[in-house]
């Protein structure tokens, strides 16, 4: 038997929850009891049918995505200078935590762990983290990201995926890798 996730009311006990304690703890909490019934969250959100960002909620202490991952997809190591936890209702997300190499040149980083996310786990991610995140398997992969801050304008880093080099994050740039996997053939 399914318990019922309404988005309205998921989105006001985040934000309670926020209130309460400005950590990621109780926000956790949250996202765990979402997560571990993911038919109901799918039947509130919705079958993934593309990849996507998409904003359920937004301000200047809390904003809430439903990030859809495409077959494959793969998003180069970034960090959110603002903790964020990872709910994920259908699919797979693999995270690799890096960290900055002592001494290195334009903030070169090194791998430093990694973990996998299956359907039904939700993990926090400190305001420190640098990860990068892929989906392994041949479907899409639903999640709830929720971030203590406003996501879209923080200011942030992202580093080359070749060179591992720090530039400044480009939510652009990073939004249109959503669009592209959708036009790759992998997703077939």
């Not at 950590?23 to 949250?30: F, G």
């Not at 765990?32 to 038919?39: E, L, M």
């Not at 995505?65 to 990872?86: G, S």
Request: one cysteine or more; proline letters at 6%; charged letters at 25%.
């Amino acid at each position: 038997m399914s318990s019922a996730f309404n988005l309205d009311q998921f989105i006001s006990d985040c934000r309670s929850a926020r209130d309460a304690d400005p950590s990621h703890k109780l926000v956790r909490e949250v996202v765990a009891r979402a997560v571990s019934d993911p038919a109901a969250v799918l039947n509130e959100l919705g079958e993934p049918q593309c990849a996507q960002v998409r904003r359920l909620y937004q301000s200047d202490t809390l904003t809430i995505l439903n990030v859809i991952w495409a077959p494959k997809m793969t998003i180069m190591p970034h960090d959110h200078r603002m903790w964020a936890v990872i709910g994920v209702y259908s699919g797979r997300e693999d995270n690799i935590f890096w960290r900055r190499v002592p001494g290195a040149r334009r903030g070169k980083l090194e791998a430093a762990g990694a973990k996998a996310l299956s359907t039904g786990d939700a993990e926090p991610l400190g305001q420190n983290i640098i990860h990068s995140v892929t989906n392994p398997i041949q479907r899409l992969t639903g999640a709830i990201h929720v971030y203590g801050g406003d996501f879209f304008r923080a200011e942030r880093s992202e580093w080359d995926p070749e060179t591992l080099f720090e530039e400044p994050y480009n939510l652009e740039k990073n939004l249109r890798l959503f669009e592209e996997a959708n036009a790759s053939p992998r997703r077939a």
